[in-house]
């Protein structure tokens, strides 16, 4: 109940602080919204053709619109020397790596809902039905890119070129994500369900509890190397 506690805490005083800035998910909002109009514009295809796209071109969306939230995580905690702070009192810096995941998660969630729908409109898609489908497979992409992305972000936050060397350190890495969400999605657009892809989602699924409980594990050692 402590750790609940403190990761609550932690993610109010996070999302109160982007109520007031908006600075993350500005960025994130017209970013993804951006990338969407250059594909529009960008791709000229057949329907079946650009169907077999969609899930890579939405998945490059969200890496690029993800990093740029990661990129500024801790940036509220390094003005003033914040972090030092949270770092010397009795926090469990598990409660901070959960908190800093589920804000992230938060905030790319909140994107995806805007994204998506937009990308369907755009496209002028069919199969509204299978959004529900689409969304589930998001969510557990999307999970697991913020857990291994907090790592990461923490890992390369005293780093000098840290925005150049987050994404290169991140990409590599998130190729089983990458890969078995693009599957999934392929075979929700093409049969209508996700009965096809149960290994893929259990890749997913095994990878997002993997790193959320070695995230937690590790990330005292993390956050104070």
């Known amino acids: 109940m402590k750790l609940v506690s403190q990761v609550y805490l932690l993610l109010w005083k ?18 993804g919204t951006l990338l969407l109009f250059v594909f529009h514009f960008s791709f000229d295809l ?32 390094r003005e003033n020397h914040c972090l030092d702070a949270l770092l010397l009192s009795p926090l469990d810096r598990g ?22 729908p937009l990308f369907w409109i755009l496209f002028n898609l069919n199969g509204w039905n299978l959004l529900p489908q689409i969304f589930l497979v998001t969510l557990l992409g999307t999970m697991g890119f ?3 992305g907090t790592l990461m972000s923490a890992i390369t936050l005293r780093a000098r070129a840290r925005e150049l060397l987050l994404p290169l350190v991140l990409f590599p890495l998130m190729i089983p994500v990458i890969l078995a969400t693009i599957r ?21 699924t095994g990878f997002d509890v993997i790193f959320l409980t070695a995230g937690v594990l ?8």
Do not use: H, Y
């Open 46 to 77: 057949a329907p079946d053709r650009f169907l077999e796209m969609t899930p890579a071109m939405l998945w490059l969306a969200f890496l690029f619109t993800g990093t740029l939230g990661l990129a500024q995580m801790f940036q509220s905690e």
């Open 218 to 225: 590790i990330f005292d050692w993390v956050i104070e190397s």
């Open 146 to 148: 913020c857990v291994l």
């Open 14 to 31: 996070d999302l109160l602080l982007e109520l007031r800035r908006r600075d993350s998910l500005l960025t994130m909002f017209f970013f």
């Open 184 to 204: 999934c999605m392929e075979t929700v657009l093409q049969n209508g369900q996700m009965g096809d892809s149960a290994q893929w989602l259990r890749l997913l």
């Open 95 to 116: 409660a901070l790596f959960l908190a800093k995941t589920a804000f992230n998660l938060v905030l790319m969630l909140l994107v995806e809902l805007v994204v998506i």
